[in-house]
C-alpha cells in the first residue's frame, strides 16, 4: 500500500505549564477524540482521530507538506512523509486555522499541525494496548512513565504490529521512544527525545491509470495483485531536545532542536497503466534506488509579558532553522506487458535494477521574526508578526550540474478578535507565508521530486459564539498559491494558480451531560487560472478538491455503567479527478459505529474499545493524483483493549 496516504492520514490536548501542547502521561483507557476535542478542525488522540481536517487537508492544502509542523508549538521540520513521530512520544495533534489558530505567534497560511508530547508522569505507571482488525492486523504498545529521582522521569514506549492493508497488502513494524524529563532548578525543564520506526515486507499496492477520460474498473477489496516482492523498507527516526527557561517573572526563554531521518532501504509502485473499461491493461512496476533524507530544525524563541491592568502584552523575538538534505530520481521503470483486473502479477524478482544516479537537495533556511500578541479583558485580542525569511536551495541533477535558487521575502501575519458580548467574539485575519509544495505525484516523470517553495496568502474571518457547553465557530477564508498540474511530457509542474475561497464551521461541546458532539463542515469554491504558458488542458477546478466536506461525531454515555456509544457520519461532494475536470469521483457517504466499555481488569482500569467503519460497505476512489487512482476500505471492524497500571 502507498505510505504516503497511509502515513498522512495517521499523522496526532491538554495544555501544561511550561509547554502549551504538551501533557503529563495519562491513562491510555481515557482516549476518546470527541469528548477531548475542542472544535472540528482536526483533532486526535491516541487511536481516535476526528475532524473535517487533518495533516494532509486542511482548506484544500496540505499543513504537513508546507512545512506547517510544531512541537509543542515550535518550528519542526519533518524529513519525509514517512518519518513522523511515533505514537507512545504524542499525546495529541490538533489543527490550527482561523479562530483556532489565535495567540499562535507565527501563524502559517496553510494551517498549523501542533503536536502535542506526552511527558511522563510524577509516578510510575505504564499502559499496554492490545489491537486488531478484521483485516487481519494485530498489534501490541506499551508506554509508559519511571521516576528516576524527584527531577527526573523517563517516558518509554514500544509498538508491536502487523498491518493488513484493506486492498490486501500488510506490513510488520516497529518502534521504540524514550523522552527524558529533567527539572533542574524551578523554572527550568529540559526534555531530550528519541524515537525510530522500522518497516519491513511493506507490499505497494496497486494503483489505477485509464487510459481515457473515465474512471477505471478496479480490484475486488482486499484482492493484492501486484507483484508481492515489491516491498517497502525503511527506517525513520526522530530525536530532538526541548528546553523551557523562566529568566525573570516575566521572561521565558524556549528552545527546540529536532533532527529527523527518513531512510527508504527500497521502494516501488505498482501500476495497472492503460486500463480499458474492461479491465484490462498494462502492469507496470517502478523501482526507486535506496534514498536518504534528513532535516535538522528548530526555533529559539524569547517571550516577555507586561501586564498592565486589563491589559496583557506578549512580545516574542524567534529565530527559526532547517537544514535539510533530500534525495530523489534514478527510478527504474519495468513493463511487464498485458494485465488485468483479478490477475496476479506473478513474476520473479529482477536479481538488479536498473537504477540512475539520483539527484540530490541541499536546502538552508533562517527565519528572523517579532511577535506581538495583545489581549485586553472582555474587550479582545490584536496580534501581528513581521519576519525576514532568507532561503537558498540548491539541486543537483545528473548531467544538468547545479541549480540554486535564493529568495529572502517578508513575512506577515496579523489578526484581530473582538468581544461583541460575552459569549460572542468575531475575528479577521491575514497572513503570508513561505510554503513547501510537496512532492510530485509517483504517477509523473519526476516522480517524489520535491517541488518549489511558494508564497501563499491567506485572508480570514469569522465569529465564534458560545452557548452554554456548546462552541459554535464560522468563518470565511481565502487562500491563495500556485497550482501544479501535469504537462505534455507528463513532468509535475506549475501550471497555474490556485484561489481557494470558502466557508468552514465547527460545533462542539455537550449536548446534554451524557451527550457530546463535535460536528463540522467546509463548503470551498477553489478556482484555478491557467499560466500563460502552460500546456495541454487545465482546468478551472483544482485536482481531488471536493466542494464540500460535512462530518458528525456524537458520543453518548449509556445508562449501562461503563458503556458509552459512538457514531460518526462524514459525506464529501464529487471532486475532479483529472486536471482537464472531464472525470470526477462521486460523492461519498460514511457512517460509522463504535462502544467504550470502561472495566476494572484484575483491579486495573481497562477499555474495550469496537468500532465499525463503513457500515454501508461502498469502496469508492481515491484519487492520488490526476488520472492515478487508489481504492477506498470498504466495511471493516477494528477493536483494541487499553489496561492501565
Request: charged share 15%; aromatic share 10%; with cysteine.
Amino acid at each position: 500500500m502507498s505510505l504516503r496516504p497511509r502515513l498522512a492520514s495517521k499523522i496526532i490536548a491538554a495544555a501544561s505549564a511550561c509547554f502549551p501542547g504538551s501533557a503529563l502521561a495519562q491513562s491510555r483507557s481515557s482516549d476518546n477524540a470527541v469528548t477531548q476535542a475542542e472544535d472540528a478542525f482536526g483533532f486526535s488522540v491516541g487511536r481516535e482521530s476526528l475532524g473535517i481536517y487533518n495533516a494532509g487537508n486542511a482548506r484544500g492544502f496540505s499543513p504537513s507538506s508546507a512545512g506547517n509542523l510544531r512541537i509543542d508549538g515550535l518550528y519542526y521540520d519533518q524529513a519525509g512523509f514517512a518519518a513522523s513521530l511515533v505514537s507512545p512520544l504524542v499525546n495529541s495533534t490538533s489543527i490550527k486555522v482561523g479562530l483556532s489558530a489565535q495567540g499562535y505567534p507565527f501563524a502559517a497560511p496553510s494551517g498549523i499541525v501542533d503536536i502535542g508530547l506526552r511527558k511522563p508522569a510524577d509516578k510510575a505507571s505504564a499502559s499496554v494496548v492490545i489491537n486488531g482488525d478484521s483485516f487481519g492486523s494485530s498489534g501490541l504498545e506499551v508506554d509508559g512513565s519511571l521516576p528516576i529521582s524527584s527531577t527526573l522521569s523517563l517516558a518509554y514506549g514500544l509498538v508491536l504490529s502487523r498491518v493488513a492493508f484493506p486492498d490486501g497488502t500488510d506490513n510488520l513494524n516497529h518502534s521504540q521512544s524514550l523522552l527524558l524529563r529533567w527539572r533542574p532548578a524551578k523554572g527550568i525543564e529540559i526534555i531530550p527525545f528519541w524515537s525510530l520506526y522500522n518497516d519491513y515486507n511493506d507490499e505497494a499496492g496497486v494503483f489505477y491509470i485509464p487510459a481515457g477520460r473515465f474512471l477505471p474498473p478496479l480490484a475486488k477489496p482486499h484482492a493484492f495483485e501486484g507483484a508481492r516482492w515489491a516491498d517497502f523498507r525503511f527506517t525513520a527516526t526522530n530525536h530532538g531536545l526541548l528546553s523551557n527557561v523562566t529568566l525573570a517573572p516575566n521572561t521565558v526563554l524556549r528552545l527546540g532542536v529536532f533532527r529527523s531521518v527518513q531512510d527508504q532501504k527500497s521502494s516501488f509502485t505498482n501500476i495497472l497503466a492503460n486500463e480499458q473499461p474492461d479491465g484490462t491493461g498494462e502492469r507496470i512496476v517502478i523501482a526507486d534506488p535506496p534514498t536518504k533524507n534528513t532535516s535538522v530544525s528548530g526555533e529559539v524563541r524569547l517571550t516577555h509579558s507586561i501586564t498592565d491592568g486589563p491589559r496583557l502584552h506578549v512580545v516574542h523575538l524567534s529565530v527559526r532553522e532547517r537544514n535539510a538534505h533530500r534525495q530523489f530520481g534514478g527510478s527504474d521503470v519495468i513493463d511487464y506487458g498485458p494485465g488485468r483486473i483479478g490477475e496476479i502479477l506473478n513474476v520473479p524478482k529482477p536479481t538488479s535494477f536498473d537504477f540512475g544516479e539520483v539527484s540530490r537537495q541541499h536546502l538552508t533556511q533562517t527565519t528572523y521574526g517579532v511577535a506581538y500578541d495583545g489581549r485586553w479583558r472582555n474587550v479582545g485580542e490584536i496580534s501581528f508578526s513581521v519576519s525576514k525569511a532568507r532561503y537558498k536551495k540548491t539541486t543537483t541533477v545528473p548531467g544538468d550540474g547545479h541549480v540554486v535558487a535564493r529568495s529572502s521575502p517578508w513575512l506577515y501575519n496579523g489578526t484581530i478578535a473582538g468581544n461583541v458580548t460575552k459569549t460572542i467574539t468575531l475575528y479577521a485575519g491575514y497572513a503570508r507565508g513561505l510554503e513547501e509544495s510537496g512532492l510530485a505525484p509517483p504517477s509523473a516523470a519526476n516522480r517524489n521530486s520535491p517541488l518549489p517553495t511558494i508564497i501563499t496568502t491567506q485572508k480570514d474571518a469569522g465569529a465564534r459564539i458560545v452557548l452554554g457547553t456548546l462552541k459554535l465557530t464560522g468563518g470565511v477564508f481565502d487562500l491563495t498559491r500556485p497550482y501544479f498540474g501535469f504537462d505534455s511530457a507528463n513532468v509535475f509542474k506549475q501550471v497555474g494558480t490556485v484561489e481557494s475561497r470558502g466557508a468552514e464551521f465547527s460545533i462542539s461541546g455537550n449536548v446534554t451531560p451524557q451527550l457530546n458532539i463535535v460536528a463540522g463542515g467546509v463548503f470551498i469554491n477553489g478556482k484555478v487560472t491557467r499560466d500563460a504558458g502552460a500546456q495541454g488542458v487545465v482546468g478551472p477546478k483544482p485536482v481531488g478538491l471536493s466542494p464540500h466536506q460535512l462530518s458528525l461525531n456524537a458520543n453518548w454515555k449509556s445508562p449501562l455503567k461503563g458503556l458509552e456509544l459512538d457514531t460518526t457520519v462524514i459525506n464529501r461532494a464529487p471532486a475532479p479527478a483529472t486536471t482537464d475536470n472531464l472525470v470526477y469521483i462521486p460523492a461519498k457517504w460514511r457512517w460509522d459505529f463504535g462502544t467504550h466499555y470502561h472495566f476494572k481488569l484484575a483491579k486495573h482500569d481497562a477499555t474495550l474499545r469496537l468500532q465499525v467503519f463503513n457500515i454501508t460497505g461502498g469502496t469508492g476512489y481515491n484519487v492520488q493524483g490526476s488520472n492515478f487512482y487508489g481504492q477506498n476500505p470498504s466495511r471493516f471492524v477494528q477493536g483494541f483493549l487499553s489496561i492501565d497500571f
